[in-house]
Each structure stands twice: as structure tokens, then as C-alpha cells.
């Protein structure tokens, strides 16, 4: 990630760490669901379901919300940043994810402003408190990122890993597919992401939302008869 350097580049690779204890863990965004129905069943169908993530939630709905999310904080345009949390909360149908992206990204702030304090994360947990902003992951991951000094390019391409890693992990766990076969997935997508990155910036477009297979199985989740993940 170019622009990075020295302890910025240690508080990104700190921030996408599976050690990082914000509770991604406990949600697959409706992977469980999917690979109990036969849905998603084996590498193939593994890897078209790390492309929907991708090239739908995060490159039209939550990379647009960070990267504008990430300028209106450097701007403290709390406002923006209210309306960013709704917007994107909005599009998740699932009631679960929409909770769950809220609290990994009130987790996220609070344990930040513990690890490395400034004052400028202040505002944003003030807003959390009174209920004004939840923040959403996204909304969290860019005003960590933009208190940090880190680039809003690389705020989004370490978003996408954080994501599409986190996925991967919840696979290993839900479907008979190897270590090395899920990094090779993750691989393949993960080369993709620079030119995903490149294309959100150039649309600089609102957040919107298309994915009607994730999101049904996110919301069929609840129904499980037993379940490793929330969502």
C-alpha cells in the first residue's frame, strides 16, 4: 500500500489483524447460511462468492461510505459522517447485519482511542454516545485510518483485505476447503483489489446496494437450526 510508512504501517497491519478484538469473528454475512443451503459448496462456488463481496458490498456499498466517510472526517463534517452511518446502515435488509456492523464498529473506535489516543476520535465517540452515529464498520475503519495518517487509498485497499480476509477465515471454518486452497481464492481476489479501489475513487459515488443473494442469505441465517456465526 503505497504511502505508508513506519508506524502508520504497523497500526494498519495491527488494525487488519484477525488478533484485533472487535468481534468479526462472530459473523460470516450469511456464508453459514449459504453453505448450509449447498449454496456455496466447494472452491468454485467460494470464489464467486468472494467476487459478490467485492464487486458489490464493498466496491458499491461500503468502500463508497469509507472513502467519503474518511474525507468528511479529515473536514469534521460530523453531519456527513451522521448521514454516511445511516445511509449504509440502511442498505443491509438484515436486521443482524445491520447490528453487527455497528457494533464491530463501535468496538473498533472505543479500543482505538484506547490503543493510540487522539483527540480527534473524540467527536466520533461523542456522537456514538448520544446515539447520533453507530458508526458502522465502514464509518469506524475510515475515521481509525484518517486519525492514523493513513491514505484514503490505502484506507480502502486495507478495508477490502480486512473484509475479504475475514470472509475467508469464516469459509475455512463452515466448508471443507484447505489452508492453502482458501489463500489461493484469497489471493486471486485480493490482486483484484487496487482496481477496484481505482474504480470507486473514480466514480466518487453514494453507497448503493445490489447483492439480492448475500442479502437473502444473511437474513435466512436466523433460521439455522444450529450456527457457529450471528449473521
Wanted: proline share 5%.
Amino acid at each position: 500500500m503505497d504511502g505508508i510508512g513506519g508506524n502508520r504501517l504497523l497500526a494498519v497491519l495491527h488494525l487488519c489483524d484477525s488478533l484485533f478484538p472487535v468481534g468479526g469473528f462472530a459473523y460470516s454475512d450469511g456464508l453459514e447460511a449459504a453453505t448450509a443451503s449447498g449454496a456455496i459448496a466447494n472452491a468454485g462456488t467460494l470464489a464467486d462468492w468472494l467476487d459478490v463481496c467485492l464487486d458489490d458490498l464493498i466496491a458499491r456499498s461500503e468502500g463508497p461510505t469509507l472513502l467519503l466517510a474518511w474525507s468528511a472526517f479529515l473536514e469534521e463534517d460530523w453531519n456527513a459522517i451522521a448521514q454516511l452511518d445511516a445511509e449504509v446502515t440502511a442498505l443491509r435488509p438484515s436486521t443482524t447485519a445491520r447490528r453487527a456492523s455497528r457494533g464491530m464498529g463501535l468496538r473498533l473506535a472505543v479500543t482505538w482511542q484506547a490503543l493510540y489516543p487522539d483527540a480527534s476520535l473524540a467527536p466520533l465517540l461523542a456522537h456514538a454516545r448520544d446515539g447520533q452515529i453507530g458508526p458502522a464498520w465502514p464509518v469506524a475503519f475510515a475515521a481509525v485510518c484518517a486519525s492514523s495518517g493513513v491514505a484514503r487509498r490505502a484506507s480502502a485497499e486495507a478495508f477490502a483485505y480486512n473484509r475479504l480476509a475475514a470472509t475467508t477465515s469464516s469459509a475455512m471454518r463452515l466448508m471443507p476447503v484447505g489452508h492453502t486452497d482458501a489463500h489461493r481464492l484469497l489471493a486471486a481476489t485480493l490482486a483484484r483489489v487496487p482496481q477496484v479501489v481505482e474504480a470507486m475513487i473514480a466514480r466518487a459515488a453514494r453507497p448503493e446496494s445490489f447483492a439480492p443473494a448475500m442479502d437473502i442469505a444473511a437474513m435466512s441465517q436466523q433460521y439455522l437450526h444450529s450456527r457457529l456465526f450471528r449473521s
